[in-house]
């Protein structure tokens, strides 16, 4: 697992408590049951000879629970060539893991750090020159918001 491999000790237990604690969540508030593929509804005539090979493989896995996330963590580790969201939006993965694609679509949209507020903040450097070095925090704040709404039209309104 990555969070194993590459995260320090005393991060990990927590931070799997968290996540478990989130699947809970999200497992009592489906409101739908869950649906399995079924190999069966599959056209095998379009497949090639790999690809009924490998159709006949995933028929053998073993049963899934009643937990998806318990029988998500007990897989093998999956090679994906696109986006983590891309890979949980394709329907071998809505089909077969349908709560915990709520939960994944939840988190992997988050994006990793909003624009705008970094770049509002990133212009303190041209606010504070020597002859400001003394304004207090709060005040630098201010003077930064207020210039994001003359900027963006916000106060046009007031």
Do not use: H
């Not at 079924?38 to 090639?48: A, F, K, M, P, V």
């Not at 696109?82 to 915990?100: G, V």
């Amino acid at each position: 697992m990555y969070i194993q491999a590459n995260w320090r000790k005393q991060w990990q237990s927590p931070a799997l408590r968290k996540v478990k604690s989130l699947w809970e969540k999200y497992r009592e508030n489906a409101l739908f049951t869950i649906t399995t593929p079924s190999y069966e509804e599959e056209n095998i005539q379009d497949l090639s000879k790999f690809d009924r090979a490998a159709q006949d493989l995933g028929r053998f896995r073993r049963p899934a629970s009643q937990d998806e996330y318990e029988d998500y963590n007990s897989e093998l580790p999956y090679k994906i060539s696109t986006t983590a969201l891309i890979w949980w939006c394709q329907d071998l993965q809505r089909k077969r893991w349908p709560r915990l694609l709520y939960m994944a679509i939840d988190i992997l949209s988050i994006p990793a750090m909003s624009d705008k507020p970094e770049r509002v903040f990133s212009g303190v450097r041209r606010t504070i020159s020597w002859d400001r070095a003394q304004l207090s925090p709060d005040n630098i704040e201010r003077i930064e918001c207020l210039k994001s709404w003359l900027r963006s039209d916000i106060l046009e309104d007031c």
